[in-house]
Nanobody, 125 residues
Framework: QVQLVESGGGLVQAGDSLRLSCAAS????????VGWFRQSPGKEREFVAA????????YYADSVKGRFTISRDTAKNTVYLQMNSLKPEDAAVYYC??????????????????WGQGTKVTVSS
């Protein structure tokens, strides 16, 4: 079983950048897909970005395309989410998760399990 730990959240101003990290221990990512999701109060968890760990295919929600970049460091068993030009609507708790089977494409939450505990991002206007 894989354990995921997110870090890097914080309070920033609109237009600023943050980089979130998702570190894995135990069984690592290998051929799975790792995704970032977010949830703000009163809203359902939504997909942000995902990366196929072996092939590197990337997937993004329309709301973050061109601003967010997902990447991975296989040597460190870590997936990153670089967030630029942050907007107040990006504020949420961000979670990473590993897919329940290898080589999942896209970002349907039902395809992901092994969720981390989340890291909070606050964006002031």
């Amino acid at each position: 079983q894989v354990q995921l730990v997110e870090s890097g959240g914080g309070l920033v101003q609109a237009g600023d950048s943050l980089r979130l990290s998702c570190a894995a221990s135990g069984r690592t990512f290998t051929t799975y897909t790792v995704g970032w999701f977010r949830q703000s109060p009163g809203k359902e968890r939504e997909f942000v970005a995902a990366i196929n760990y072996s092939g590197g295919n990337e997937y993004y929600a329309d709301s973050v395309k061109g601003r967010f970049t997902i990447s991975r460091d296989t040597a460190k068993n870590t997936v990153y989410l670089q967030m630029n030009s942050l907007k107040p609507e990006d504020a949420a708790v961000y979670y990473c998760a590993r897919s329940v089977r290898p080589n999942v494409s896209g970002g349907s939450a039902k395809d992901f399990g092994s969720w981390g505990q989340g890291t909070k991002v606050t964006v002031s206007s």
